[in-house]
């Protein structure tokens, strides 16, 4: 059963950056397709940005499009996600989450495992 922990998140200003990093256990996340989601006080979770399993597909919310940037480091099990020019609506608990490839990819992925979520904050 795959582990994901998130790390990175913090309190940045608005126009700042952070990057968040989703570290894989107890199995390869390089059959996953990978995803980062996110949850607002009083909102329901979205979704922020996928990466397929080989890398070559990503996926993003109208949202961060331009801004984030995601990635993956199969061989350290770690996916990233590289987030630019922050806005305070981009404040919530990011988690990370594994589909795997099995289940396709495409815009909506089923997800199997979740990590336990960062923190990101920032102040306007």
């Known amino acids: 059963q795959v582990q994901l922990v998130e790390s990175g998140g913090g309190l940045v200003q608005a126009g700042g950056s952070l990057r968040l990093s989703c570290a894989g256990s107890?199995?390869?996340?390089?059959?996953?397709?990978m995803g980062w989601l996110r949850q607002a006080p009083g909102k329901e979770r979205e979704f922020v940005a996928a990466?397929?399993?080989?890398?070559?597909?990503?996926n993003y919310a109208d949202s961060v499009k331009g801004r984030f940037t995601i990635s993956r480091d199969n061989a350290k099990n770690t996916v990233y996600l590289q987030m630019n020019s922050l806005k305070a609506e981009d404040t919530a608990v990011y988690y990370c989450?594994?589909?795997?490839?099995?289940?396709?990819?495409?815009?909506?992925?089923?997800?199997?495992?979740w990590g336990q979520g960062t923190q990101v904050t920032v102040s306007s």
């Open positions: 989450a594994a589909s795997p490839m099995w289940k396709g990819w495409g815009s909506r992925l089923r997800y199997d495992y």
């Open positions: 107890g199995g390869t996340l390089s059959s996953y397709n």
């Open positions: 990466i397929s399993w080989t890398g070559d597909s990503t």
